[in-house]
């Protein structure tokens, strides 16, 4: 397959949040983005396709780049000047490593003022080299802040930290103003239903339940309460790492210990809107609501926005194999593919951030009077 010319690179960015903000709509302070990248085989076509249904949504994006060339190129494709971008970097950076260090500062140099933040994943490290952690932040923090136009750096829950332990560590760090958290919703939840359910049922992974056909009542009702304890405890993360007043980032995606969607074998990375269906019937039903949902949605929105008030949240929602055809806007960037699967299912994972999306915006401007809170409390 050929690839697609490009117009040249954008060149330049606003500065803040308010001008980045595509959404007139939505309060200041707040970004919405999606995941943008080419998780589907095929040639440049399958990102103009992106290029445009995020242009015509107005969702930011977030690019997952290896070296800053490999960026270079996704910037080609970012969907106008004003879309803002957040860089989510190799999974394997680590804040203590000072390979990783330049790497990220490499980023934070040829991009300022291009992109908003850079995400890499949390490690063990920590919480079992606090002291190492913390010292590297500090020279993190201390060299960004000689870069004009800096991003801010994020670190993303995702290795199953202690949620406490998390929390606290940006506690400490809370004195530094180009270093933040992203919080994984997903990531948190089903962490947390894991842990939940194994205290009832102990040695046992609640995780491992979507390999059975049918499940007794009982065990139904201990999944239900894991999963009900799961998303509190999003919430009440929230509002811990809301109290330094500094940016955060957010993963948007729903979860849930019994599901199959995900080609990649994970139980998160799901569309808000839908359910998960069963092979039995249970309480006169065969599916069960996700962790989250619409209303879950709502409430994570409506609480970071008053816990925090600058904030930007990504729909990391992952696609499946699931197909849509396409429309006559997007069937001519193919004419020369003689297999449209991969262009179809690109097709439905686009349509399907779009309605998250929506989702998304109609969750944040439900609450039109959300602002940061005083530092009073």
């Excluded at 010319?5 to 959404?23: L, V």
Aim: charged residues 25%; glycine residues 8%; negative net charge.
């Amino acid at each position: 397959m050929t690839t697609n010319p490009r117009r040249p690179e954008d060149r330049s960015i606003r500065g803040s949040n308010a001008a980045y903000n595509m959404n007139s709509s939505l309060p200041p302070g707040a970004l919405t983005l999606s995941l943008f990248e080419r998780r589907i085989e095929g040639d440049d076509c399958l990102m103009e396709l992106a290029r445009r249904r995020f242009l015509q949504a107005a969702m930011g994006a977030e690019m997952h780049a290896g070296t800053p060339g490999q960026l270079d190129g996704l910037m080609k494709f970012r969907p106008s000047e004003e879309t803002p971008v957040v860089v989510h970097l190799p999974r394997d950076f680590l804040l203590t490593d000072s390979r990783s260090q330049g790497w990220i500062l490499e980023f934070a140099s040829r991009f300022a003022g291009r992109v908003r933040g850079l995400v890499i994943h949390d490690h063990a490290d920590l919480v079992w080299h606090r002291e190492d952690a913390l010292r590297a932040a500090r020279e993190m923090d201390s060299r960004l802040a000689n870069i004009d136009r800096c991003p801010m750096l994020f670190i993303e829950y995702a290795v199953g930290l202690e949620p406490d332990a998390f929390a606290g560590f940006f506690a400490s760090i809370r004195d530094l103003a180009r270093i933040s958290a992203c919080i994984d919703v997903g990531h948190v939840g089903i962490r947390q239903a894991r842990a939940a359910y194994s205290e009832i049922h102990p040695g046992q992974d609640i995780c491992a339940l979507k390999s059975q056909d049918a499940l007794p009542p009982q065990v139904m009702a201990d999944m239900e309460a894991a999963v009900s304890a799961a998303s509190a405890s999003v919430f009440d993360l929230v509002e811990r790492l809301g109290a330094p007043g500094k940016p955060v980032h957010f993963h948007l995606h729903d979860a849930h210990p019994l599901s199959t969607f995900s080609p990649f074998g994970v139980s998160d990375h799901l569309s808000f809107l839908g359910e998960i269906p069963l092979r039995f019937e249970y309480r006169g039903r065969r599916s069960v609501p996700l962790m989250f949902g619409p209303a879950g949605l709502g409430r994570i929105v409506a609480n970071a926005i008053a816990a925090i008030g600058d904030v930007s949240f990504t729909l990391e929602i992952h696609p499946t194999a699931d197909r849509l055809p396409l429309s006559d806007d997007a069937e001519p960037l193919f004419g020369h593919w003689r297999d449209k699967t991969n262009a179809e299912q690109m097709n439905h994972w686009l349509s399907v951030l779009a309605r998250n999306h929506a989702l998304l915006l109609e969750s944040i401007n439900a609450e039109p009077s959300a602002g940061p809170r005083s530092q009073d409390g």
